[in-house]
């Protein structure tokens, strides 16, 4: 499986960006996707996930301003982001999370760069 993300800039505050991770190959084989980021110096930490089935969970930070969502038939998955604060700022990274069998396969995408100025 190979991703691809795009879609990151640099934004004011207050404003939006929509992330976008397209997948190689079928996203219905994939159990959940994510999103996750990183900012210097911290932790890469999840921020949104959305499962085959379209249940979907966000970070307490981004909940009410970030909204992750699939395109099955465009093998894509997108994360709308509104709202944006300095804090947002971080490397932004797509993750796909595939189970077979017994057997758990992560997979992640090269990074996107988000910067909001305040």
């Known amino acids: 499986v190979q991703l691809q993300a795009s879609g990151g800039g640099l934004v004011q505050a207050g404003g939006s960006l929509r992330l976008s991770c397209l997948v190689a190959g079928s996203i219905l084989n994939i159990d959940a996707m994510k999103w996750y980021r990183q900012a210097p110096g911290k932790q890469r930490e999840l921020v949104a996930t959305?499962?085959?089935?379209?249940?979907?969970?966000?970070?307490?930070?981004?909940?009410?301003?970030?909204?992750?969502?699939?395109?099955?038939?465009?093998?894509?998955?997108?994360?709308?982001m509104?709202?944006?604060?300095?804090?947002?700022?971080?490397?932004?990274?797509?993750?796909?999370?595939?189970?077979?069998?017994?057997?758990?396969?992560?997979?992640?995408?090269?990074?996107?760069?988000?910067?909001?100025?305040?």
């Open 50 to 80: 959305i499962t085959n089935g379209g249940v979907t969970n966000y970070a307490d930070s981004v909940k009410g301003r970030f909204t992750i969502s699939r395109d099955n038939a465009k093998n894509t998955v997108y994360l709308q």
């Open 82 to 118: 509104s709202s944006l604060k300095p804090e947002d700022t971080a490397v932004y990274y797509c993750n796909a999370d595939q189970m077979v069998g017994t057997t758990r396969s992560l997979y992640w995408s090269l990074g996107t760069q988000v910067t909001v100025s305040s």
